[in-house]
């Protein structure tokens, strides 16, 4: 494909030095400018040939002859390898076959040339960094400017045949404005720190060597970025952007001060610096933390509005940010981890219990079996199978019958393989089976009971296959979980046997894992009491009418909700203890807190429904009609079948009345349950999610490599992104070689989940993540040499991944060491990589201690 590519139009014969050759002159206009920085021009140049061809090809041919030389430290921002080696690093040289080659071209004639260019006499150069851009890594990096150095100067080295894209300008918003430079060995291309730039390698290989320039000795020594105070006195944008940030972070010689980098960034972002409006976003919303619940809220406000102005004007960066603002940590990775019924389907199940299942059967070292006999291949067939039919959209035509072959595969891999499987496998399988059971269930509105008891059942032997061993199982993140899906399964044998005492169960089981999160300190598991459970224990203790327990959970999880900035969810949890309230006869304060919700936010559904029902009671039908349709505007939720009761109002009517204030709140919270439900399970959010993939997928258009990876993640949460649309995203990223998107596209490939079945791609792809340092794709890939019989090269990566703490490659060390396969027998070793291993729950590498001991 044709990539644009710049073109100078300026071309003049310069002497530099000893140097005489063409120089070729371009300019863009800047996106954010103001009166006083010069017009709102970027001026740069590339001089054809500035250093001899010969010396591009030798540094090349060094370069790859010693691939070691480059860093797989994670980049500070994208967090992936950043592939770059420092050959001069703060004013010193650090490689001498280099030093040769580069060190009189850089005093003779590009420190000369800018030194003329820049009218700067004092520039010195502070680094010489070589980038490498080669297939199944790094391809890109993201549209940025070079804010520690005042002057940067790229060299070509590689041969532009040999590569598609490469350096790019943009000097919009929007990657429709990208050019590309072609850039031959030996030329010199040179800009400025307000040049806003990229690198995108589409195809083929590309190494780059790049010089950072100060303007002074003692900048270079201090390292500092002197150049940026009398600019950003005159309000030059990105001036104030660049110095914005080092007040952010505390960068080349600022001390970190955050109201100055709101300061300088509010500055530049009024200018319409779609960087600084992107980072003061940024910068609003982490300062939430801190306040009081409306200063949060104005932050947010703000935070939304300047991310929305750069989203708008077409950066990507901040379109990927504003379609993750409504989601936090808290949101995006407790409601789905926290969820049995409807939600399990939002959980990325696809991959985590398949990653078990694959290691399932290779639990092996060296071929040899550890503490189980793997699944038969038949079994593990049955096992993906049923893994891939769980995965899928419950409510899709056919899903009960896959759901029904799910259980029954289940079922006969638990009979097949159970007596010789290791605990944490046989509480997966169970934990599969249950899902699939409730599945079940829900497939059928509900109607088969049966199901989410037999669920039950398999959810009190996974409780009972843990507190076998409490040691191994109170430290895992599982464990409460485990109670919460059993009580969601015993609320839906309370739903439909109308069964009183389930959710007498039910109560108990949050409470357990209520009590289990609170006996976690915080700073441990980073996570805390989940709000959606608190809401859960407050409805099943509201059908039980125990009201005032009821209220102090909602409350609670209101507290937390604002805390992590949820304030839809704050909002909902509000609308319960509304509810709670008229149960405790406190219609007043109740009908308050309604109208103080609807009124804060009118797009929370709930509190108009509850509106609504209230208004009906007392009889005053046209307010109750007025909420309703308000709340139907905001949510498709059963509000067709709602509608159409009002227009039976007769009938209809002593239905709502049952439901009522004073009387059998029971029943009417029962319903209220479900609508409450629905939302904390997404469903009532559509709207946002709907916002999200719009700005998300523009983001994703842009290229932004981390967006394209995200619109997958949407389609796994269940977020209105396609299956195949997901795997298209996937796709793109991962060639851009983002290790996450990789990762996953190889597990899509091992598993054929929206893509043919196809293993070579597969470890392909699985192979680049790893290189890359992704250690779930590292222990895949050692599972697969170990399978093959390749033990060193497993026990390889297995050594690596051991001392970085992960426990399956400890227990597999340890085993090595025991077996004496691949590693000489070493019994004082065997036991500390398994001691490590155990400390960390890891129930093999306990049951093999405790045989060794
Ligand atoms: O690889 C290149 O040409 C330049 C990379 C770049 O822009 C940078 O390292 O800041
Ligand atoms: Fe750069």
Redesign the pocket.
Known sequence: MLRPRFEFKEKSEIKVGDWSGLEQRGQVRKAATTRKDGNGVCRFSCLQELVPADTAAKILEYLKKNPKLFSSEPDSVDKTPTF?FYPFRDGVWKDQELRELLEEMLEARILTYVRQRYNCRFCAASDV?V?R?IPGERRS?AV?F?GHAYV?A?LGISDPENYQG??YIQPDPGVASRTYFR?EPGDL?VHSFDLQ???HVWKGI?Y?L?FWIKDSLQAVREGTTPWYHGLAEQDDPDALYNLAQNYEYGLFGHRKDISKAIELYERSAQTGHHFAQNNLALVYRSLCQNTTASESQQLLQKSVEWLQAAAKAGFGMAQKNLALAGHSRRRAGFLLAAFGVAAAFAVPLTLRPLRRTALLGLAVVAGRPVAAEGPSAEDAALLRRAFQALAKDPSRPGARDELEDAEEALTKVIEDFDAGAGRQDRGRIRMARAQARIAINDSTGGKLPEKAEAAVDDYTEVVRLMEEDPSGSEGTFDYPNVFVRRALAEEEIAYGRRDQKQWEAAVKDYTKAIDIWRSRPVSETGLGVNPLVLNFRGNALSQLGRFREALQDYREATEIFRKDNEYSQAAVSRCNEALALFGADEASEAMAILEDVSKRDPNIADARVALAVSYWVSRDYSRAEDEWRVACENTDLGCRSWIASFAERPLEQSRWEQMAITGASGARLAEWHGVAEAYTNGQGLRRDDAQAVVWMRRAAEQLEVEAAYLMGELHRQGRGVQLSEAVKWYLRSAEAGFPKAQYTLGMLYLEGTGLPQDSHKAEMWLNFAARQGHPEAKNNIATMHAQRGEVEEALKIWEDLAESGEPNAQCNMGMAYLRGAGRPHDASLAAEWLGKAAAQGHQMALQALAAVA
């Open positions: 770059e960094l980038r851009y990096h940025h070079d940067t790229v490469g350096l850039i291309l730039h990229g690198v590309r780059s790049v």
